[in-house]
């Protein structure tokens, strides 16, 4: 008689999110099965302290002691510029740190990879925007990935046809707890036109969390609770090519991070327990985060994020400010412990300020403040804990502390190799002039006209062939309408269609089979693709792209240095609306195609395309006056985007160089 032996139950691992030494050892002291962290450049959370290749040698050390991986952020868009000290980080990471995996958004980091000899994992970053079931297939094969972080927006029906897609050599990582976007991550360019941060660098001003006005009425429109899956990660776990459950959070404190990773181990170990839930659910809710919300996760239960009934800021609500303003105090509704922090309203307010806690005070008890040097708070405004250490927790970190080893004089050794660049296109075409809308005339039907694919675009389409047209394809693809495009896709090119825009590299997905009418389709790379340097535009073209349109966050000097340096025919977005993020959320309360305004009173609105939100600014790019600059650098296609307005709102006259002058940080 065979004796057949039972499968072994799949266990996910839990990541947690470390961006300091504290929050690190917090990690390990909560027993998490990786931590994901960044260095002090190129990552994409540059408002957390970070770490060095100094400080993180003991640290992966210690935490490969206690059988946990550690995975390092590089997600960050690299310019020209960025390259050779990136090539060079990436080797010192691989001789002297030797991590798990490298987490990594823009395309030239898999050549990097393999120019530096990383014998670790490869990682795809939320913020590449893999969003689609037949996007995986090309991840493993054609660039080395075998991770891809999925989107946050996805459902778990959604979340599971992206499992049955994954092909040999790939898993998945999922979000399962912390702060939510209001933007699809990729595809956010609000901090950028406000200064220059750009959120795919790392350095995100989160103006989605600021007070606007629409019709008299002033809210957070825009700022979202954070994401808790909760006791509904239990759904996941069958789910085997979901290996990792991802808790963000590098910008959070020590508290925070052992509270989160110890409730989720629970509920993933023990989760069957009545009473082991009610445990998990008590740390989350005192994790110090926002109010949490299970967001699109249960499709026949979506949850808009955004509740204006709802407190936005970080943190647990402890009281409010009460008394005079020579004489302010809390009424605390929560103890306090010294070293408590605490923060005076939203960081947009201006009595915003920390408070540190110098001694305990009971629930209930009154805690005084010093009088504001500034403007007062006015009575009744928010305090939130923000920071605590239990002196349990101190003692565990402590602890750990005590076994690192001591950092090395580490030689900062040039790179062992110099950084190989690609050669640059020598033929990089005729100059075209290209106009894109979502509306098709019969004028229209011209050379350098552009139509975006939408899945009502087959009707609109003319009978006749359609070789002239270029048709530029969404920004995000759901799962819910990859079907739709892919028939879309076919229809144009059964009507003569050859030149297609794609907005992130893996839309090539959808020209890999061979079309009945034998043609070979031209793929230019779109600007959603946040192409910015040669190295990635060289993977684009290894994907099969014969052109580019570069990412229009580019300052100048990245602007005029990619044509001399690109494999490919470049092209450049010199007029027209481009939108500050895309999202597939709006507020109930916030009514779409009607302007509304910032705290500085510029305008905005937001329109739907399809099943996506699109946030447009009122004022437009315009590097008209630059055209003969960037044709004399080499660009051979000047894209106009002609999207409309709604009536009623305002554009405001200004410059419209975006980052040109200013500088992308």
């Known amino acids: 008689m065979t004796q057949t032996t039972a499968k072994t139950p799949f266990t996910p691992a839990i990541l947690a999110p470390a961006g300091n030494t504290r929050s690190f050892l917090a990690a390990l002291a909560a027993d998490a099965d990786a931590i994901y962290c960044g260095l002090q450049q190129y990552s994409a959370r540059m408002m957390a302290k970070n770490f060095t290749i100094k400080t993180l040698r003991p640290l992966v050390d210690l935490a490969h002691e206690q059988s946990t991986r550690v995975y390092i952020a590089i997600n960050s868009l690299l310019k020209p510029e960025d390259l050779s000290p990136t090539l060079s980080m990436v080797e010192q990471l691989a001789r002297q740190v030797q991590p798990d995996a490298l987490i990594v958004q823009d395309l030239a980091m898999v050549n990097l990879v393999r120019q530096a000899g990383f014998p670790g994992g490869v990682h795809l970053s939320t913020l590449a925007n893999a969003s689609f079931p037949a996007a995986l297939s090309l991840l493993p094969r054609h660039l080395g990935i075998n991770r891809v972080v999925i989107p946050r927006e996805l459902n778990i029906d959604e979340i599971k046809q992206m499992a049955e897609a994954c092909p040999p050599g790939l898993d998945l990582e999922v979000f399962i707890h912390g702060a939510l976007c209001y933007a699809v991550s990729g595809r956010c360019y609000w901090s950028s036109f406000l ?72 509920l993933r170990d023990e989760g069957t327990d009545a009473r082991v839930r009610r445990s998990a659910v008590q740390l989350l809710e005192r994790a110090l985060g926002r109010p949490g919300t299970h967001y699109h996760f249960l499709p026949q239960r979506l949850r808009n994020p955004i509740n204006l009934e709802s407190r936005t800021g970080s943190g647990l609500m402890v009281g409010s400010i009460k008394g005079p303003n020579h004489h302010p105090y809390i009424q605390l509704r929560e103890t306090l412990f010294p070293n408590d922090y605490l923060r005076i309203g939203y960081e947009d307010q201006p009595w915003h300020r920390r408070v540190r806690v110098n001694r305990s005070v009971p629930k209930g008890g009154q805690f005084p403040l010093k009088p504001a040097a500034g403007k007062a708070p006015p009575r009744g405004t928010a305090v939130f804990l923000t920071d605590r250490q239990e002196p349990a927790l101190g003692k565990m970190i402590d602890a750990l502390e005590q076994r690192l080893n001591p950092p090395e004089r580490l030689a900062s050794r040039p790179s062992i190799q110099l950084l190989a660049l690609p050669r640059p ?24 006209t552009g139509i975006w694919i939408s899945p009502g675009l087959a009707s609109r389409l003319p009978r006749r062939r359609v070789p002239d047209l270029w048709f530029w394809m969404p920004p995000v693809i759901w799962p819910q309408t990859e079907a739709t495009i892919r028939r879309r896709v076919e229809q144009i090119i059964a009507r003569g269609g050859q030149k297609f825009v794609l907005n992130a590299p893996w839309q090539t997905a959808f020209f890999s089979t061979r079309f009945s009418s034998g043609q070979k389709p031209v793929l230019w790379a779109g600007p959603f693709c946040n192409l910015a340097n040669s190295l990635a535009i060289q993977v684009a073209a290894d994907l099969g792209f014969h052109g580019a349109v570069v990412s229009p966050e580019l300052d100048k000097n990245a602007c005029l240095a990619l044509p001399g340096q690109s494999p ?35 305008a905005a609105w937001v329109t739907r395309h399809d099943d996506t939100y699109w946030l447009y600014p009122n004022w437009r790019i315009n590097l008209g006056a630059q055209r003969q600059t960037l044709v004399r650098a080499g660009y051979t296609l000047l894209v106009h985007m002609a999207d409309s307005r709604p009536q009623g709102v305002q554009m405001k006259e200004r410059p419209g160089l975006w980052n040109w002058s200013m500088g992308l940080k």
Request: hydrophobic share 30%.
């Open 425 to 448: 296109c020598e033929k990089p075409g005729k100059l075209t002039e290209l106009h894109v809308s979502r509306t098709l005339g019969k004028k229209d039907l011209t050379p350098g």
């Open 568 to 602: 490919l025919p470049l092209g450049i977005v010199v007029s027209g609306h481009w939108p500050l993020c895309l999202s597939r959320i709006v507020s109930d309360e916030l009514k779409t195609d009607r302007p509304f305004t910032s705290p500085k009173r510029e």
């Open 195 to 266: 200064g220059g941060k750009s959120g795919l660098r790392g350095r995100c001003v989160q103006p989605c969390r600021r007070v606007f006005s629409q019709a008299g009425k002033q809210e957070r429109f825009f700022a979202c609770r954070d994401l808790s899956l909760d006791v509904l990660v239990k759904v996941l776990k069958p789910i085997e090519r979901i290996k990792t459950w991802k808790i963000e959070g590098r910008k959070k404190s020590p508290h925070y991070v052992y509270y989160t990773v110890t409730a989720y181990r629970m």
